[in-house]
């Protein structure tokens, strides 16, 4: 289960997580990728544990994953690397 939404300074309310403003706003200000991951269960736990439909336009789409990322030496980049099979027994 994701984490509850870390305490923010006296005064500022949380983030709206089911809203693409409290959503980007939240996202944005991570700071690892463990934080980022850590965001993500949030907001998915804010919205019945699945992402909200405007994920994919407002997080994927606009860049802020990779815009968030490079503030702290991250890449929204897939990397593909090759698994090498293990040798056929033999015999066979």
Do not use: H
Request: negative net charge; aromatic residues 6%; charged residues 25%.
């Amino acid at each position: 289960m994701a984490e509850d939404i870390k305490p923010t300074p006296e005064g500022i309310q949380p983030p709206n997580l089911k809203t693409a403003d409290g959503v980007k706003s939240f996202m944005s200000s991570s700071t690892s990728k463990e934080d980022w991951n850590s965001r993500c269960g949030q907001v998915q736990a804010a919205n019945d544990g699945e992402y909200p439909g405007f994920w994919l336009p407002t997080v994927l789409m606009t860049g802020l994953d990779g815009e968030t990322s490079a503030k702290w030496g991250g890449t929204d980049q897939i990397k593909i690397s090759t698994i090498k099979a293990a040798p056929a027994p033999k015999g066979k």
